[in-house]
């Protein structure tokens, strides 16, 4: 009976495609361990070392940690609700400058729930082709239709535009801001003239952007100055944040409507109550010293031939991808394989991801190796 799953598995081994889990024995601010073995971790979305980082810890646990639960036991619509919930929301309805927010246990939970909400019968979504695996699930759990727009080209999006939105109701565009692993920014500013043109509503997902650009942190929309143009602003609070969870912010009517209508809001636990007063700490006491940190991380991802933190090391082959992964980890750095059907064929990669706390010095090897 369970021979089906093990021929799918043995397939996916033949072709570099399996995926395992892999045991650290300590993960320590920049570092992974296994075993004794140090590696430099440049797989991480810990992008501001707050995450495995003892001292932050320590510093949260004395300062307020000690009153919070790790458990909410309920839904936040039945009895999974307390004011530390709301005034996350409000600390983030107020940062973007917004009627409202609402917290998700996940920035999977969150683009499940808006995409496959937002999206009624008679209705359309164009969402570029690179979106995260979370926008297309919920696409494809929504009762709208939607298309794949090439990634980040605006021809593309104003061809099904001209050609699809008079067909639909209501039309929704998303993207992500920065994309996760390519690194690459997207064309806000057109896209929002063509939202404009087209009457469409407009979702951002600033997964990897937000505690990363903009002066405050915010974003991408926020260095752009077009936070006012962008209908529902997603950001995940398990990346930058050094926690877990996500919010979305939005206008007071849009927001209602996700709490009514969106199934992984509805549906699911709140997070643990320590979690969201970390996520508030944080924000409110670490996010904002670290404009300087963040600008060096970038100028380094610029250095590397990328617009943002995150450097695609494009090789093609799956086989050789994981190959230059292991000569790495020889060397000392942890990376991982990017391939299908994280990435399209033919394109795996080694996603470098840069933090706060790694330095140019730290990469002096890396260059060696990888040219
Ligand atoms: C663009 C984007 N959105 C959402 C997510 C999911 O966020 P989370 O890890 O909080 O579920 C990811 C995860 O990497 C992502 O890259």
Request: charged content about 25%; hydrophobic content about 40%.
């Amino acid at each position: 009976m369970y021979e089906i799953y093990s021929d799918i598995l043995k397939t996916l081994e033949e072709h570099s495609h399996l995926r395992s889990i892999k045991n650290f024995s300590k993960k320590d601010e920049k570092y992974v361990y296994f075993g004794e073995k140090r590696l430099l971790n440049l797989s991480s979305n810990n992008y501001l070392g707050i995450a495995d980082n003892r001292r932050i810890t320590e510093e949260f646990m004395k300062a307020i940690g000690g009153k919070y639960s790790f458990g909410s036991a309920s839904a936040r619509l039945l009895t999974g609700n307390l004011p530390v919930y709301r005034d996350l929301e409000n600390l983030l309805a107020n940062l973007y400058n917004k009627e409202a927010a609402l917290l998700y246990n996940s920035g999977y939970h969150a683009n499940v729930g808006i995409s496959s909400a937002i999206g009624q019968k008679g209705d359309v979504i164009f969402s570029d082709k690179l979106n995260h695996a979370s926008i297309i699930d919920g696409m494809q759990l929504s009762h709208g239709k939607f298309f794949r727009y090439q990634h980040n080209n605006m021809d593309s999006l104003e061809i099904l535009l001209a050609r699809e939105r008079k067909n639909y109701q209501n039309a929704i565009i998303i993207t992500e801001s920065v994309f996760s692993m390519d690194g690459d920014i997207a064309d806000l500013k057109r896209i929002i003239e063509l939202k404009k043109k087209y009457n469409c509503l407009l979702i951002i997902d600033e997964a990897h952007a937000f505690g990363v650009f903009g002066e405050k942190g915010l974003g991408i929309a926020e260095m752009l100055g077009i936070i006012d143009e962008i209908d529902l602003l997603i950001g995940t609070f398990g990346k930058s944040i050094g926690s877990m969870g996500a919010f979305v912010v939005g206008s007071k009517p849009l927001i209602d409507f996700l709490i009514n209508k969106s199934r992984s809001f509805i549906f699911s636990t709140a997070l643990p109550p320590i979690n969201v007063a970390f996520t508030k700490w944080v924000i409110e006491n670490k996010l904002p010293d670290t404009y300087e940190k963040r600008q060096n991380m970038l100028e380094l991802g610029r250095k590397m031939g990328s617009e943002s933190h995150i450097v695609p090391y494009i090789i093609g082959d799956n086989q050789k991808t994981v190959e230059m992964c292991e000569i790495l980890y020889q060397n000392g750095f942890f990376t991982l394989p990017i391939r299908p059907p994280t990435v399209p064929d033919g394109t795996s990669r080694i996603r470098i991801s840069l933090t706060t706390e790694i330095t140019e010095k730290d990469l002096e090897k890396l260059w060696n190796i990888i040219g």
